[in-house]
C-alpha cells in the first residue's frame, strides 16, 4: 500500500504558524482516503527551521506532498532537497498557489518531481494510484532526464459537496486548535464553506480558482461544523471563504446552520456587499467580528487596483458593523501602487475618523498571476526583487525589510518610514491586531 505524508511547512514570519490549520492538506488527505487505497500522514514541520529538526517527524513515504504561496518557496526547496538527500526513492510533489502559476518554474528551480497547478484533490488522487503521468490534468514532471512537460489544465470541481468533509483525524490537536483565532483563550479552528473570488483585484492572483466561485450547501456546511465540534471540541471558528457575502440568502443560511451548532465565529466581508440586516443576521448568528479589505483609504489608489469599491462604503461597513454590537477590523495594505506621502496620511485620518477597533497592515507584494505582476509598467510600479523570500504580507512589520516593489513617490526607505509610522500609529492607539 502506498504511503503518503503532506508537509506543512515552516514560517519564520508568523507571530503564531499554527494560528489557523492547514485546510488544504486536510481536504487533499480526506480525497485521498476516499479515493486510493493508500495511507495519509499530515506532517507539520512548524517551528522546525533546521534540516537537522526534521528527520525525526519526517515519515518513511512513498510520496511526499508540498503546500506552498509564493513566500514558502524557500522552505518548500530546502524540504525537497532534504527529500532527496534523505527519502531518496520517494516522489516529491508540489502545489498551492505559487505552483499553480509557476509549475514549470518551479520545477526547474527545485528538486521536486512533480507540480500540481490548479485544484489538488483529482491530481494528486491519480499520482498515487498510477495513472500514467501524461494523461493527468493539471500536472507538470520532470522524466528521468530531467525535461520538463506540462499537461493540459484540470477543470475545476463543479459540485463542491462531492468531495469529503476534512480529515480531522488525520491531524494533531496542536496543529488544528488555536485559542487565539476567534476570542482569547477560546478553542477555535478554521473552515472555508466555498471556493474562489469573481472579483479582479489587480495585486491578486486568481489562477487557482479561474475567477469562479463554488458553494458548498448549507448542509454539507452544518455537517463539517458538527465534525469539527465533535473531534476537535472547539467552541469558536474562523471562515476563510475569499468571499462568504456574495449571496444574502446563502449568508443567512449558513447562519441558520452557526445558529444549529451553537458555535461563535469570525469572519470577513467585502464593504460594498454589506448591509446593516446583514449585519444582524450574522450577530444573531453568533458571529463576534467582522473585517473588512479596506487595503487603502485613497480612492485613486482603489481605483487602479480595481478593488471596486469606494472609502464611502468602507466607512458605513465598519460604523454598521460597531453599531450594532460586533467588533471591526480594517486591513490596510501599505506600498501598493500609487502609494505616497499623501495616501500614508490619509490611513491614519482615516482610522482617527472611522474608528475601526481593529487593524492589521500587510507590506503589499507583487503575487505571480496578479495584474501587477505581469504588466507592472500599467500600475506604474517598480519590481526590483524576484526574491520569493521577500514575499510575505505579514512579518516586516519590525524590519528595514520585505518591500520588493516601489511607486514614484516613495522608495524603499520612505516605504519602510512610512509602514512604521502606521504601526506605531495603531499599537499606541491599541488597534493592531
Not at 1 to 28: C, D, F, S, T, Y
Not at 321 to 346: C, H, N, R
Not at 394 to 415: H, I
Not at 419 to 426: A, C, E, N, P
Request: charged share 25%; net charge negative.
Amino acid at each position: 500500500m502506498n504511503q503518503v505524508a503532506l508537509i506543512r511547512l515552516p514560517n519564520k514570519m508568523l507571530w503564531n504558524e499554527r494560528l489557523q490549520a492547514p485546510l488544504g492538506l486536510l481536504a487533499l488527505a480526506a480525497y485521498l482516503r476516499r479515493t486510493v487505497d493508500c495511507e495519509v500522514s499530515i506532517v507539520d514541520l512548524s517551528g522546525r527551521y533546521t534540516e537537522e529538526q526534521w528527520g525525526d517527524v519526517i515519515p518513511e513515504a512513498h510520496y511526499f506532498g508540498v503546500s506552498a504561496t509564493t513566500g514558502d518557496m524557500g522552505y518548500a526547496a530546502r524540504v525537497a532537497t532534504w527529500l532527496k538527500e534523505h527519502r531518496s526513492s520517494a516522489y516529491r510533489i508540489i502545489g498551492g498557489a505559487h505552483a499553480s502559476v509557476l509549475a514549470k518554474d518551479t520545477l526547474l528551480k527545485t528538486d521536486f518531481d512533480y507540480a500540481v497547478f490548479g485544484e489538488g484533490e483529482k491530481t494528486l488522487s491519480e499520482i498515487v494510484a498510477g495513472k500514467p503521468l501524461d494523461v493527468i490534468d493539471g500536472l507538470a514532471y520532470k522524466d528521468g532526464w530531467g525535461a520538463i512537460y506540462v499537461n493540459t489544465k484540470r477543470e475545476s470541481i463543479k459540485e463542491l459537496d462531492s468531495l469529503p468533509h476534512l480529515a480531522w483525524q488525520d491531524i494533531a490537536e496542536d496543529s488544528a486548535v488555536s485559542y487565539e483565532l476567534v476570542e482569547e483563550g477560546e478553542r477555535a479552528s478554521c473552515i472555508s464553506t466555498s471556493r474562489g473570488c469573481p472579483y479582479r483585484c489587480a495585486f491578486c492572483s486568481n489562477a487557482t480558482w479561474e475567477g469562479k466561485v463554488r458553494l458548498h450547501s448549507a448542509e454539507w456546511v452544518y455537517e463539517e461544523l458538527r465534525l469539527m465540534k465533535k473531534i476537535l471540541g472547539v467552541t469558536e471558528v474562523r471562515l476563510v471563504d475569499e468571499i462568504i457575502g456574495l449571496k444574502p440568502e446563502r449568508l443567512t443560511a449558513i447562519c441558520d446552520q452557526f445558529r444549529k451548532t451553537e458555535l461563535k465565529f469570525r469572519t470577513h466581508l467585502r464593504c460594498d456587499l454589506t448591509t446593516r440586516p446583514n449585519l444582524v443576521t450574522l450577530r444573531d448568528a453568533g458571529c463576534v467580528e467582522v473585517a473588512f479589505g479596506v487595503e487603502s483609504v485613497s480612492q485613486r489608489i482603489l481605483n487602479h487596483i480595481r478593488k471596486g469599491v469606494s472609502i464611502e462604503q468602507a466607512e458605513q461597513a465598519i460604523a454598521w458593523t460597531k453599531e450594532v454590537g460586533m467588533v471591526s477590523k480594517a486591513y490596510f495594505i501599505i506600498g501598493l501602487p500609487g502609494e505616497s506621502p499623501s495616501s500614508v496620511q490619509d490611513t491614519v485620518d482615516f482610522i482617527e475618523r472611522v474608528q475601526p477597533d481593529r487593524c492589521t497592515l500587510s507590506t503589499f507584494q507583487p503575487y505571480p498571476g496578479s495584474p501587477i505582476y505581469d504588466h507592472p509598467e500599467e500600475f506604474e510600479i517598480e519590481i526590483f526583487s524576484r526574491d520569493w523570500s521577500r514575499y510575505w504580507l505579514l512579518g516586516w512589520e519590525d524590519t528595514n525589510e520585505g518591500f520588493a516593489a516601489r511607486t514614484p513617490e516613495m522608495d524603499v526607505p520612505a516605504l519602510v518610514q512610512a509602514r512604521k509610522r502606521l504601526m506605531d500609529y495603531m499599537r499606541d492607539e491599541g488597534r493592531h491586531k
